[in-house]
């Protein structure tokens, strides 16, 4: 591999900015639920610095607080990020051949929504360096929001909140979007899943299944279906869909 | 039995590694089988557009504010602003209503 190192992990922390901004609020709410679960400052702060999920860290902060087995704390960990099994196979493919296991073992402790998106929005292979800058910079938010949110619970302003909280949800379109306007079929089905995510979320009993599960079936379900009608081209390694 | 909220910090690291790194270290080669490669390649899009809708409604304050932030981040990035640029408006968009709504 060739990756200037510099140059990557440079453009990863540049991207890596908006992404600590949106930890920053995310982790701030989770800082309050680290409190309820009675953890100093500290045991906070290593939480979001050693998990870096949001929805696997409320899970299992909920059962500290209830003081539940150790058992079902590890059960629920993996229930409730098994989707980034599905990131973690899509990530491998964009490594190159023969990227070393150190690179791969780091990628996978990096490996949140986020760099993931933008990671799979690179050019060609992936620079592991790329991902490192960015979640270097964005763990930052992570763990000093968490920090923070058990420190002085509700003082930043509701309105701050609300308005950082969807900065990670334009990061996301950011990268679903643009290769979108080239590709009419992604475009549907981008539409399509959100459609089908609104379902889910409103449906009798699909509804009351975690958003992790939700997350998951949605993914294998309309990957497929897309995988069927609109097979990518064999030969390139290019992700062009068309 | 007594429980270490630093056992319990240890076993949620560990539970989320482990699904994060498994494929990342067992899958070494490029896949061939040309299913897999295209659902593959469908994964980040579908993934990411089922997480973004409708969680922005509810991210928010006011859905109203959700929704106009999911239309702006679109119309942004289909003109080509960067990812730090969409984000920003976004939570601009968000901040701005949010201050009438």
């Known amino acids: ?242 | 039995m007594e429980h270490n909220s630093y056992i319990y910090i240890f076993i949620m690291a560990a539970g989320t590694y482990l699904v994060r790194v498994l494929p990342l270290t067992l899958i070494r080669r490029e896949i061939k089988n040309r299913f897999i490669r295209s659902f593959l390649y469908y994964v980040p899009y579908v993934t990411l557009a089922v997480m973004t809708f409708p969680a922005i409604l509810s991210a928010t304050a006011s859905p109203i504010a959700g929704l106009a932030a999911l239309l702006a981040g679109i119309a942004a990035a289909w003109l080509g602003r960067s990812l730090l640029q969409v984000s920003v408006i976004c939570c601009a968009v968000v901040f701005l209503l949010e201050l009438f709504l």
């Open chain 1, 1 to 242: 591999m060739n990756f200037p190192i510099k140059t990557s992990l440079k453009r990863g922390m540049r991207d890596g900015i908006p992404i600590m901004l949106g930890y920053l609020a995310v982790a701030f709410t989770l800082g309050i639920a680290a409190r309820n679960a009675g953890l100093t400052v500290f045991q906070a702060a290593l939480t979001s610095f050693t998990n870096h999920a949001s929805a696997g860290e409320y899970a299992g902060l909920t059962l500290i607080a209830a003081r539940a087995a150790y058992f079902e704390v590890a059960v629920m960990e993996v229930v409730v990020n098994a989707r980034y099994l599905l990131m973690s196979c899509a990530l491998s493919q964009k490594l190159a051949p023969g990227t070393p296991l150190i690179h791969r073992m780091l990628l996978g402790y990096g490996l949140t929504d986020e760099v993931f998106g933008i990671s799979m929005a690179q050019e060609g292979y992936l620079s592991p360096w790329y991902s490192y800058g960015a979640f270097g910079v964005a763990v930052a938010g992570w763990t000093l929001g968490s920090a923070l949110g058990v420190l002085v619970g509700n003082i930043l302003p509701d309105r701050m909140v609300s308005a950082l909280s969807v900065g990670l949800y334009g990061m996301f379109l950011a990268v679903i979007v643009p290769p979108a306007r080239k590709n009419r079929f992604l475009c549907g089905l981008i539409a399509l899943s959100m459609g089908a995510s609104a379902l889910f979320a409103a449906l009798p009993l699909i509804s009351e299944l975690s958003e992790g599960l939700r997350i998951i079936l949605l993914t294998l379900l309309l990957s497929a279906g897309a995988a069927i009608l609109r097979p990518i081209k064999d030969e390139s390694n290019e992700t062009e869909g068309e």
